[in-house]
């Protein structure tokens, strides 16, 4: 069973082990020989890790660069709905009747018909 890319690294990274592969092979119905395979994972991850540093760069990259992407989309896209709101709060005869809440800093009264 395979697991995930974070903990095959941190095998890696963990304390020096020696990763060993055996291939038998046969000649007819007889064995004839064996390939033993050994790898130090100490210097698997370094022939790996300059490749792992590019590519998190590539993906950090690309994250901030689709952020900002979709800031600037967004942002053009609202715009003419922001200018409509405008238009129809200026429009509207309701606007001006709707109570609006007392600010922070203005003294809390209940509205009269002299404010609209």
């Given at each position: ?8 690294v941190k095998v890696l990274a963990g304390p020096s082990?020696?990763?060993e592969l055996d291939y038998p092979f046969n000649k ?79 003294s809390p009264r209940a509205p009269t018909n002299s404010?609209?």
């Amino acid at each position: 069973m395979q697991r995930n890319f974070l903990h095959q690294v941190k095998v890696l990274a963990g304390p020096s082990k020696l990763f060993e592969l055996d291939y038998p092979f046969n000649k007819g119905s007889k064995p004839f020989g064996e390939v033993r395979v050994v790898l130090n994972a100490g210097l698997l991850l370094n022939e790996i890790s300059p490749s792992l540093w590019t590519s998190g760069t590539i993906a950090l990259l690309a994250v901030v660069v689709s952020t900002l992407l979709a800031a600037i989309v967004s942002g053009a896209t609202l715009a003419p709905l922001r200018d409509i709101a405008k238009q129809l709060d200026r429009i509207s005869p309701l606007a001006n009747m709707i109570p609006r809440l007392p600010t922070p800093r203005a003294s809390p009264r209940a509205p009269t018909n002299s404010d609209s």
